[in-house]
T-cell receptor
Framework: DAGITQSPRHKVTETGTPVTLRCHQT?????MYWYRQDPGHGLRLIHY???????DKGEVSDGYSVSRSKTEDFLLTLESATSSQTSVYFC??????????????FGPGTRLTVT | DQQVKQNSPSLSVQEGRISILNCDYT??????FLWYKKYPAEGPTFLIS?????DKNEDGRFTVFLNKSAKHLSLHIVPSQPGDSAVYFC????????????FGSGTQLTVLP
């Protein structure tokens, strides 16, 4: 258990409204990630963070922004939700340590529906 | 352009037999490969990994094989159990890339009792 929680777990929102998803970790890991999972696409990286206030774009970042003001929290914001952003969103952390440690550990996910 | 491909969306295997899940990649810069398992309504869980300096890694019933020349990796599960029924994702990363993972589209494994 990597101590990752996501909130909310489920959300239904209307097109054009702003939405913020929260990822919280309890173990002070440096790297955090946001993915979306869609049928036929696996998991695709949206944004990631390598420290407080240090973030960068992933493969599918358009329409999304992130913020990390504290080590333990990584927020994903949809400024104006669209139906194409209906998906399951997963947060992940990468465990740092000696040697190669690319293993990522995932939260339980947030199912977002945009109507 | 998918850099990591899982061409079989589904696989059914009898309990006790071997399950073989396959994954192909196109980016020759990938040097670390991972398999994840995902149950419905849960996050993916890390299963096993392999570095490009190896061609095989074992962990209990799970073995990952890497064929760099063919840009192909496979996950063997022996013996398969009904609890192994899940979606399996392969993933790959490039050293020094902030540990970004590129995932395949997944294979649904069903182990029949």
């Amino acid at each position: 258990d990597a101590g990752i929680t996501q909130s909310p777990r489920h959300k239904v929102t209307e097109t054009g409204t702003p939405v913020t998803l929260r990822c919280h970790q309890t173990e002070n890991h440096r790297y955090m990630y946001w993915y979306r999972q869609d049928p036929g696409h696996g998991l695709r990286l949206i944004h990631y963070s390598y420290g407080v206030k240090d973030t960068d774009k992933g493969e599918v970042s358009d329409g999304y922004s992130v913020s990390r003001s504290k080590t333990e929290d990584f927020l994903l914001t949809l400024e104006s939700a669209t139906s194409s952003q209906t998906s399951v969103y997963f947060c992940a952390i990468s465990v740092s340590g000696q040697g190669r440690s690319d293993e990522q550990y995932f939260g339980p996910g947030t199912r977002l529906t945009v109507t | 352009d998918q850099q990591v491909k899982q061409n079989s969306p589904s696989l059914s295997v009898q309990e006790g037999r071997i399950s073989i899940l396959n994954c192909d990649y196109t980016n020759s810069m990938f040097d670390y490969f991972l398999w994840y398992k995902k149950y419905p309504a849960e996050g993916p869980t890390f299963l096993i990994s392999i570095s490009s300096i190896k061609d095989k890694n074992e962990d209990g019933r799970f073995t990952v094989f890497l064929n760099k020349s063919a840009k192909h990796l496979s996950l063997h599960i022996v013996p398969s159990q009904p609890g192994d029924s899940a979606v399996y994702f392969c993933a790959a990363s490039v050293g020094g890339s902030a540990r970004q993972l590129t995932f395949g589209s997944g294979t649904q494994l069903t182990v029949l009792p």
